[in-house]
Every structure is written in structure tokens, then in C-alpha cells.
């Protein structure tokens, strides 16, 4: 899902794009308004657990795509051509979560 952060009375709040409700029924995912770095921290964090980028097991190694089968920012499906570990995978799933961020960091 994609999520924005919301400007709201005391702070932020993280909410799925267009205000409609999130998965367990509530419009923000969390109830308090948070400052603007745990905000974005909070929406990162909900893109690893839901697993907008999965890791795919391959023989003989491991590479990260997007869940949804769409093509990544670099134009291809997968975030490199050689097969990874898996320790090398999950640290190449948590920088495109990091550059989700930072794109999002230079819009505001």
C-alpha cells in the first residue's frame, strides 16, 4: 500500500494515500501524532513489514524484487543481475526501503 504522512493537530501521522482506512480499520497507523523523523521512520517500516520488496530464492542464491512484480526505479525487476547471499540480499532490501525514504524526504 502506499502510505503518506499526514500534518495533524500536535504532529504526523502515517496514512494510506487518498484517507481511506488502513487494514485494521483505523485512518492512521498510529494514535498519536509523532514528529516528522519518527513519522518517517514508522512509514518505512510499514513498507518492510508488509513487504512492498520481497526477497526471492533462486538456486544458488537470493535476489530482492518488488512483491507487486513491478519493475524497480533502476528499470529492472530485480535490484541486481548476480544472485546475492541472504545476508547481502536483506541488506540490498533495506536500502531500497532507505531510498523510498530519501525520495520522499526531497518532495517535502
Do not use: C, H
Request: charged share 40%; net charge positive; no cysteine.
Amino acid at each position: 500500500m502506499p502510505y503518506e504522512i499526514a500534518k495533524v493537530k500536535g504532529g504526523y501521522k502515517v496514512q494510506k494515500k487518498g484517507g481511506s482506512p488502513m487494514r485494521n480499520g483505523k485512518m492512521y497507523a498510529s494514535n498519536k501524532a509523532l514528529p516528522l523523523e519518527t513519522a518517517k521512520k514508522q512509514m518505512a517500516a510499514l513498507y518492510v513489514t508488509e513487504e512492498k520488496y520481497k526477497i526471492y530464492k533462486f538456486d544458488g542464491g537470493y535476489k530482492v524484487g518488488r512483491k507487486d512484480k513491478n519493475k524497480l526505479r533502476n528499470g529492472r525487476y530485480y535490484s541486481t543481475n548476480k544472485l546475492l547471499t541472504y545476508q547481502e540480499a536483506k541488506e540490498s532490501r533495506r536500502n531500497l526501503v532507505r531510498k523510498d525514504r530519501e525520495e520522499y524526504d526531497s518532495r517535502r
